[in-house]
């Protein structure tokens, strides 16, 4: 069935419309055009059906590439070895008594550098420090100063505690399922259902409401260059109030008022420090924050690999960080820290924020677009229809670019250059077609169709050349940016679906290779029968025959990595998607004749070449193996 869809949409011949006068003369700038159908061998169905399979199968079940950009988990490249590690273990050993009153000592009394090389010494050997311990090392990065230190000390110090942070969080996972309660603490989420508890805010919410007032505060010169996180405080020892410190004790910590003990926010002590480092330390912290939150969720991803449905996402049990932080529900999205959060990045980009902190920021927003879309997934007999993007996450990217245009009312330059540096394709094509949509652009769905009907009907007159604009129109859409915008987001969209993949396999034939990971066993090379450079697993039967061939094999054969293994193709309901598939490609090639006409009137280079470089000849040859 679903070969027959996508052959009877490649085979269906385009016309281009022609335009007649009255005397039934054609205009020269028009002329009727046939894309020829493309022939598909009768015995190729069967493999073109599996083959398309594949394709979708490997696009759902790459979760990284779900999420680019992210923070990528070493369990990732090995999910059996997490599920018995992490996701199956019970809670990680603990340090002794005496080693947990000398961490807790070596804190409070201020003895960092003893506290820091405890921790990387028990993270080496698997050993979790204790609660709380995450919570003290994002303490540390936004307080530590000068007090009494050098500034070569300072920064030694302070590429220590991020170094052991990351350390830690490699050694315990937030994949690691006993320790959920520990990262939802760290995290700032409450889980207690005492409606007596004082509820204090997330993480999140302190460091997005920390970093509005930094950019309110900051100079353009410290919003667009990369500040440091370090400075050299003066600090006037002789006026230290005697009852808070003596003279002996001042110089023992780096911060000497700072009540480990006590549930004392670190903002005070952040707001000594000038703008600058105050804004690079804000979004040191973020960091910290959404490298815990994409990790966890792409674990997920991985582990869930067989059923993402809505029911699954919001289980309490097993849902997400990124859901319970941002507040996503069934039938809500855009709630008051998600509309914050682009909000900000909005406001970020009219300041022209540097671009390194603007991508921690890209990262929160794909987080966001990811989990929604996540949770849209739709099934059809126990199979998902994928890719797909559901209404409720498309809602969503037309609220953001509502924020955006609030934040940057003129700034067209804004909207083309941030384009191209959201990271998920579907969110740049969608936010590109309602962007373009402020202007002359068609509201139909976006897809190759869409953009063959703009240069039919010669949209691009709408637009005027930047060289024809007066300086009151420097508001309006550019002729060339318009083009621009239009051909990155029809590579998005190609991107989006790996429309070249499915063409080049109609066009060669040749196999599309399922997903592969590494085993978990090194010694599963040296026996038993090897194609390529996939070892098969041990076989007690096989490893029986070759027994003769042992001894040659130890003295001959060195283990050198793991073997990979090929994933099982995920179950996917590929009936719809085929008929899209089918209609994009034949759109294509349509849309090249299209713009064959249109190049005698504009400059369309850089659309032929991409097109070119996708379909290479117009028509495959037809192919008589199966």
Not at 100 to 107: I, V
Not at 560 to 589: C, F, M, N, W
């Amino acid at each position: 069935m679903e070969v027959e869809i996508i052959e009877k949409s490649l085979n269906n011949p385009v016309i281009m419309e022609t335009s007649k006068d009255d005397n039934n003369n054609t205009d020269d700038d028009d002329k009727s055009t046939i894309v020829a159908p493309i022939a598909v061998a009768a015995r190729s169905k069967q493999l073109l059906k599996t083959n398309l399979r594949v394709l979708l199968s490997n696009l759902y079940m790459k979760s990284a590439g779900r999420l680019p950009g992210a923070a990528v988990p070493r369990c990732l490249y090995n999910t059996s070895l997490c599920v018995s590690n992490h996701r199956c273990a019970m809670l990680p050993n603990a340090p002794d008594i005496s080693v947990a009153q000398d961490l807790t000592t070596n804190l409070h009394s201020q003895q960092y550098d003893t506290y820091l090389q405890m921790l990387e010494m028990l993270a080496l050997q698997t050993v979790y420090p204790g609660e709380g311990v995450f919570e003290r090392l994002l303490d540390m990065v936004m307080i530590l100063s000068t007090k009494s230190m050098t500034m070569e000390e300072l920064r030694q110090r302070y590429e220590q505690v991020l170094r052991i942070y990351y350390l830690l969080l490699d050694a315990f996972p937030p994949c690691w399922t006993t320790l959920r309660p520990y990262y939802l603490h760290f995290l700032g989420i409450n889980t207690s259902t005492d409606v007596s508890v004082e509820k204090t805010p997330q993480k999140l919410q302190v460091f997005l409401d920390v970093l509005e007032d930094c950019l309110a505060k900051c100079s353009e010169q410290e919003l667009t260059q990369y500040t440091s996180s370090l400075e050299a405080l003066q600090f006037d020892y002789d006026n230290e109030k005697p009852h808070k410190v003596s003279d002996g004790d001042v110089f023992l910590g780096d911060v000497e008022d700072f009540d480990w003990e006590s549930d004392k926010q670190w903002i005070d002590d952040v707001k000594k420090m000038s703008n600058g480092v105050q804004l690079a330390r804000v979004f040191n912290g973020l960091d910290m924050l959404c490298s815990v939150l994409e990790r966890e969720f792409l674990s997920w991803l991985d582990h869930n690999r067989l059923q993402q449905a809505e029911a699954d996402i919001f289980q309490e049990e097993t849902k997400p960080f990124v859901l319970i932080v941002f507040g996503i529900k069934s039938n809500l999205r855009l709630t008051a820290i998600t509309k914050q959060l682009l909000r900000l990045y909005s406001r970020a980009v009219a300041k022209d924020l540097h671009q390194e902190r603007l991508n921690v920021l890209h990262r929160y927003i794909s987080l966001l677009m990811e989990a929604s879309n996540t949770a849209e997934l739709q099934y059809v007999d126990n199979a998902v229809v994928y890719p797909s993007l559901g209404t409720q996450t498309q809602r969503l990217i037309v609220e953001f670019l509502k924020i955006f245009k609030a934040e940057n009312p003129s700034n067209i330059n804004s909207y083309v250059k941030q384009l191209s540096q959201l990271q998920q394709p579907y969110v740049r094509f969608t936010f590109a077609d309602q962007f373009l949509q402020l202007f002359y652009f068609s509201s139909a769905p976006f897809n190759p169709a869409k953009i063959s009907e703009e240069f039919k009907a010669k949209q691009w007159l709408k637009y005027k050349p930047k060289n024809e604009q007066e300086q009151a129109e420097l508001e309006q859409l550019s002729r060339e940016d318009y083009l621009r915008v239009l051909l990155n987001a029809l590579q998005d969209y190609c991107k989006w679906l790996n429309l070249k993949t499915c063409w080049n396999y109609i066009k060669t034939k040749k196999p599309i290779q399922p997903l592969q990971t590494t085993t978990s066993s090194p010694l599963a090379t040296p026996v038993g029968a090897v194609t390529g450079n996939v070892g098969k697993v041990f076989e007690l039967d096989e490893m029986q025959k070759e027994s003769h061939t042992w001894k040659q094999r130890m003295n001959l054969k060195v283990i050198v990595s793991k073997p990979k293994v090929s994933l099982p193709v995920a179950r996917i309901s590929v009936t719809k998607i085929a008929e899209v598939y089918g209609t994009d490609l034949r759109q294509l090639r349509y849309l090249r004749r299209v713009l064959l006409v249109a190049k005698r009137f504009i400059d369309v280079t850089e659309w032929l070449s991409f097109l070119d470089d996708f379909l290479g000849e117009d028509t495959p040859p037809a192919s008589s193996e199966a």
